[in-house]
């Protein structure tokens, strides 16, 4: 069975200090086409992109004053519909936050990421639950997150803040299903561009929005794109079961990822487990890592677990994993490009070797490399 692999972009990768060792340009359009050919060279089923509504810090809330790491960011949508023209097979999933934006807009962009591509469109809802960054868009207040309250998965707000991701996925999902397969005709005797019989209104009314469709931009390839998340805890966990195809999840042991599938498994059977890792590969993984650590003043921590070893040893494991239920993994690379270059030629070539991984790409969109079918408009049966 093939392991799914992915990858975490982020700047010039997950190590505060990255940016001291690799010398990329985050800006650079050449530096981000780049990565994404060398995902889809290694052929992995995707690449997701990193964004938010604040400045990276190292504060739970609000900016901190350090100027010696990465601060700033490319829109992740956009970025994915510049770089889709430049691959061909690999899937593109941006995050894009469900708090402060609109869901049509987000819908519409998500969508057209998907024709833009030929269908390898995905998108990682994303709540912005911090009160500096509620304050760039002056419409709604938020209490303060102190290391304290920094735990994203409990408490009135944030539960509040998860309902309405649900809610937007759900609008985004009837926006995508909103024009049939083939309502757009081109009938050039009747002259009539569409079937207007096959446009519907969504008529979502929630707590949250209210939206009234049709999407403006026609089905996409695959129909609906594919929606991931990120999730630590039983609420995110609930929240990927019920919106989402694939979940990105974070054990840091065998038995661990065991406990987790179990607990989705719960919730979901058609849910695809992903699990994600920090990785720094070589045969001086640790060292590189400790000097990285030094001149960020501080050893790296992570929601997710840190492996440093060779690819031959990150390959055992990730099997030792699969072994637990994990269907595939989202790595996070410490250093781009230098991580991301063992993982797509040397981790695939280890587990190519064990029979794990693809020896070519099998499917053009990413909902055929996921195994996920390509679900029908929810109102065809309309018309």
């Known amino acids: 069975m093939t392991l799914h692999l992915a990858v975490a972009l982020d700047g010039a990768g997950w190590h505060p200090a990255a940016w001291r060792e690799s010398r990329a340009d985050v800006f650079s359009v050449r530096h981000w086409a780049g990565l994404v050919a060398e995902a889809?060279?290694?052929?992995?089923?995707?690449?997701?992109?990193?964004?938010?509504l604040g400045l990276q810090s190292t504060l739970p809330d609000g900016t901190d004053e350090r100027t010696d790491q990465v601060r700033g960011r490319f829109d992740a949508v956009l970025l994915a519909a510049r770089l889709a023209p430049l691959t061909n097979r690999i899937g593109l999933v941006p995050t894009a936050t469900t708090t402060h934006t609109e869901p049509f807009h987000v819908a519409i962009g998500i969508a057209t990421l998907d024709?833009?591509?030929?269908?390898?469109a995905g998108w990682r809802p994303q709540i912005s639950a911090r009160a500096s960054e509620a304050r760039h868009f002056g419409r709604r207040e938020f209490p303060v997150l102190t290391p304290a309250k920094g735990d994203l998965s409990a408490g009135p707000h944030v539960r509040d803040l998860f309902a309405e991701a649900a809610d937007a996925v759900e609008v985004a999902r009837r926006l995508w299903?909103?024009?049939?397969?083939?309502?757009?005709?081109r009938d050039l005797p009747t002259g009539r561009f569409v079937d207007r019989d096959k446009l519907h209104h969504t008529d979502f009314a929630g707590r949250f929005f209210s939206v009234k469709g049709p999407s403006i931009t026609p089905r996409s390839p695959q129909g609906q794109p594919v929606v991931t998340a990120l999730a630590h805890a039983r609420l995110p966990y609930e929240f990927a079961a019920s919106s989402a195809d694939v979940v990105y999840v974070t054990p840091h042991s065998a038995g661990q990822a065991r406990a987790l599938v179990e607990e989705i498994r719960g919730l979901s059977g058609e849910l695809r487990i992903f699990a994600d890792l920090v990785v720094f590969l070589g045969?001086?993984?640790a060292g590189r890592k400790a000097r990285l650590d030094e001149l960020a003043g501080a050893e790296l921590v992570s929601d997710a677990a840190i492996f440093t070893g060779t690819p031959g040893e990150l390959a055992g494991l990730l099997l030792e994993w699969r072994r637990a239920g994990i269907q595939g993994f989202r790595l996070?690379?410490?250093?781009?490009?230098y991580d991301l270059e063992r993982i797509a030629r040397e981790l695939t070539a280890e587990l190519r070797g064990r029979g794990a991984f693809r020896h070519a790409y099998e499917a053009a969109t990413l909902r055929g490399l996921l195994g996920l079918p390509r679900p029908a408009s929810r109102y065809a049966e309309v018309s």
């Open 40 to 52: 889809e060279r290694g052929l992995l089923d995707l690449v997701t992109i990193e964004d938010g």
């Open 332 to 337: 996070r690379p410490g250093v781009l490009p």
């Open 283 to 285: 045969e001086d993984a």
């Open 177 to 185: 299903d909103s024009w049939e397969d083939d309502a757009e005709i």
């Open 115 to 120: 024709h833009i591509s030929g269908g390898r």
